[in-house]
């Protein structure tokens, strides 16, 4: 059974600092994404990431995959307050058509 | 620029009621699901559909049933609405080709509250 895992499920970070959230999976996988959700809101498309050493950037966020280590990581860079908001990574493989989301990371980004 | 829709956005409903939450897509896409949050939660994947008349169960069981009649249409109903329903409800679909295969869209969520 496919199981996902992220941590930590919530961080606090100041603004300019840089930090990283972990995104692991227990099998094989063939595409892994990372979703963005303001509170109350649905869930924005930010990555995907289809094969071993993806690595995709968008302003000051940056997503990198390792399916060997099973192991995706969306690291933040000088963070500012915009940034506070729910990020989910989510696990898919085509057989099984079906997207697994993790538990998700709240980030709130304070002054 | 989403091009898919879900109605209502909102919904408060007694115990007992009967209710449907819309989800409309207008992009051609086959495959579309459902999934069902609760605040601050991760999402569960509750049912799926691979095209017109093609409805299967998610990973989360759920007393929920959908329907898949027209490519762009996969409605969810509650037959008799209990306070456990109590959820946000956000539909998706994705395509079948290229890249636009590897993304799944989401719509912006039925959030239902049964008293």
């Known amino acids: 059974e496919l199981k996902v895992e992220q941590n930590p499920l919530f961080l606090s970070m100041q603004e300019g600092k840089n930090y990283t959230i972990y995104c692991n999976y227990s099998?094989?996988?063939?595409?892994l994404y990372w979703y963005r959700q303001d509170p109350g809101k649905s869930l924005e498309s930010l990555f995907v990431?289809?094969?071993?050493?993806a690595v995709k950037q968008e302003g000051r966020l940056m997503a990198s995959l390792d399916t060997k280590a099973r192991l995706s990581t969306l690291h933040i860079t000088a963070a500012v307050h915009d940034l506070s908001a729910t990020y989910f990574c989510?696990?898919?493989?085509?057989?099984?058509?079906?997207?697994?989301f993790g538990t998700g990371t709240r980030l709130q980004v304070f002054p | 620029e989403a091009d898919i829709y879900q109605t209502p956005r909102y919904l408060v409903i007694g115990t007992g009621k009967k209710i449907t939450l819309e989800c409309s897509q207008t992009?051609?896409?086959?495959?579309m699901y459902w999934y069902q949050q609760d605040p601050g939660m991760e999402l569960h994947l509750i049912h799926y559909?691979?095209?017109?008349?093609?409805?299967e169960k998610g990973d989360l069981s759920s007393e929920s049933t959908v329907s898949r009649i027209r490519t762009e249409h996969f409605p969810l109903t509650l037959e008799s609405a209990r306070p456990s329903h109590t959820s946000q409800y956000l539909c998706?679909?994705?395509?079948?080709?290229?890249?636009?295969?590897?993304?799944?869209?989401f719509g912006a969520g039925s959030r239902l509250t049964v008293l």
């Open positions: 998706a679909s994705r395509g079948d080709a290229g890249y636009r295969a590897n993304v799944l869209t």
């Open positions: 099998t094989t996988s063939d595409r």
């Open positions: 990431l289809l094969s071993n050493g």
């Open positions: 989510a696990v898919g493989r085509w057989d099984t058509d079906k997207l697994i």
């Open positions: 992009m051609g896409h086959d495959k």
């Open positions: 559909s691979y095209g017109v008349n093609s409805t």
